[in-house]
């Protein structure tokens, strides 16, 4: 089917527009908080403080490791197209930028809003931002080359939208924990994600087959940013954890199920391959998957070798899952996984929001201690009373939460994104970046090839 790709006048008007709503909201509800305001200087020496207690010096090095994820591990991970690098970076950049915009507001309505109706924002909401536009960055892979400019702002909007209600019923209404986000995060944006992209299923895909694998190049730029987000991942899931143990914690045991993951990823890469090589979109990919699973319980006492379980699981589940479940799901559900975030996201996400339900109904004041338990748990206001096992019923609610948002809100964009407006590419053009960039030429696509025919010439 001919569809018409030219975005010359809707995207610009819809950045424009957009932009525009952003600096007028911005201007009625967003103010500094208390510890960004010059008034800290009179806040501070009321309560007896230092600039050492303002939240920026516990906040900012996580958010800086999240931020890099967000722009660069997300954006260089998606970039194993052959043909769409520039989309792939490009148009991750596109979403983080008026999803973090959006995010803070949609997010402050929930939770800063003071007496006067003004949203107070400090570096935690920076974090709390660049989460919730990794919901819609997970979300894009699934439908990564197959969309246009327009069709990923509209996502984006509505993702955010969708996030942060579904934020705020787990975490303030339910009063699930999710330190790391496999509920909130992971599952939501992972479901949302394919949804949308069961919605907008093209059965004449395979005319662009010839775009869909990778070559040399494209694996490696790939696989810097697995290696980014590999290494911040600790960071991301202990980034708004309380500061002291549970930060600490939830870093160790993030660490250690990356590290458990990446060896079981390669065996069964290697096992369930004839020649026993290994595949580079199961490296690139389902090493990254226990750092998703450990997420909700990151701050629970999983213990070390907990930690190490749940990575050696899905290390596992997340490669058998490339090799099995998405050719079955392209075949038989009829969901085009570009990225694969169903065995990198979903599953993941789910296990992690099992595996935190079982480790809070397990708790105990033997394992945590009085204090620790009120702590890691916020049993405190009318939560209380609340005892392990009532929480890892709430834990379970939150999962049940995710998952009802990701699929409802994804059929309902989905049907929003089918409708013939947006300059969404031909199935024959598809993963192709000469659609929306402006691609000069194949030695200029590609610095490699560039780079060989130099050398060439140069033997001549």
Not at 105 to 133: P, T
Not at 155 to 169: K, R
């Amino acid at each position: 089917m001919l569809r018409n790709t030219n975005v010359h006048i809707s995207f610009p008007a819809v950045c424009f527009v957009w932009q525009t709503a952003m600096i007028i909201l911005f201007g009625i509800f967003i103010r500094y908080n208390e510890e960004s305001d010059p008034h800290w200087v009179e806040h501070k020496k009321a309560n007896n403080l230092s600039d050492l207690d303002n939240d920026f010096y516990f906040r900012y090095p996580s958010f800086q490791d999240v931020h890099v994820m967000i722009f660069i591990g997300f954006g260089f991970l998606m970039t194993f197209l052959k043909r769409y690098s520039f989309g792939a970076v490009g148009f991750n950049f596109l979403i983080a930028a008026f999803g973090i915009q959006w995010a803070l507001l949609m997010q402050g309505w929930f939770h800063s809003l003071d007496a006067e109706g003004k949203i107070r924002i400090g570096v935690e909401n920076l974090i709390n931002a660049d989460f919730c536009v990794a919901s819609c960055l997970i979300a894009y892979g699934a439908v990564l080359g197959k969309v246009s400019n327009v069709q990923l702002l509209v996502l984006t909007l509505f993702g955010v939208t969708l996030f942060a209600v579904d934020e705020y019923i787990i975490v303030s209404v339910i009063h699930a924990r999710d330190a790391g986000g496999s509920m909130s995060i992971h599952t939501f944006g992972a479901y949302y994600g394919l949804c949308i992209s069961w919605m907008l299923y093209r059965p004449n895909l395979n005319q662009s087959s010839r775009l869909q694998g990778s070559v040399y190049h494209s694996d490696v730029f790939a696989m810097i940013g697995t290696l980014f987000l590999w290494m911040f991942w600790p960071s991301f899931n202990s980034a708004i954890s309380d500061h002291g143990d549970g930060q600490h914690r939830a870093v160790i045991n993030t660490y250690l199920a990356l590290a458990s993951t990446v060896l079981t990823c390669m065996a069964i890469s290697s096992l369930f391959n004839k020649h026993g090589k290994l595949d580079m979109v199961h490296i690139q990919n389902s090493t990254l998957a226990g750092g998703v699973a450990v997420g909700t319980a990151a701050e629970f006492m999983l213990m070390p070798y907990g930690a190490l379980i749940v990575g050696f699981c899905c290390g596992i589940i997340s490669t058998l899952g490339y090799i099995y479940l998405t050719p079955f799901m392209e075949k038989h559900l009829k969901i085009q996984d570009t990225c694969g975030i169903h065995n990198l996201h979903a599953m993941p996400g789910l296990i992690g929001g099992i595996v935190g339900a079982i480790t809070a109904a397990s708790a105990s004041k033997s394992v945590y201690g009085e204090e620790g338990l009120i702590n890691t748990f916020d049993f405190e206001g009318k939560f209380k009373d609340v005892v392990p096992t009532q929480q890892g019923g709430y834990q379970a609610a939150g999962l049940c939460v995710a998952l009802c948002f990701g699929v409802g809100g994804g059929i309902l964009v989905g049907c929003i994104l089918r409708l013939p407006i947006w300059g969404d590419p031909a199935d024959d053009n598809c993963f192709n970046d000469e659609a929306y960039w402006e691609v000069r030429d194949e030695e200029a696509a590609s610095p490699v090839l560039h780079y060989n025919n130099h050398m060439q010439n140069k033997d001549v």
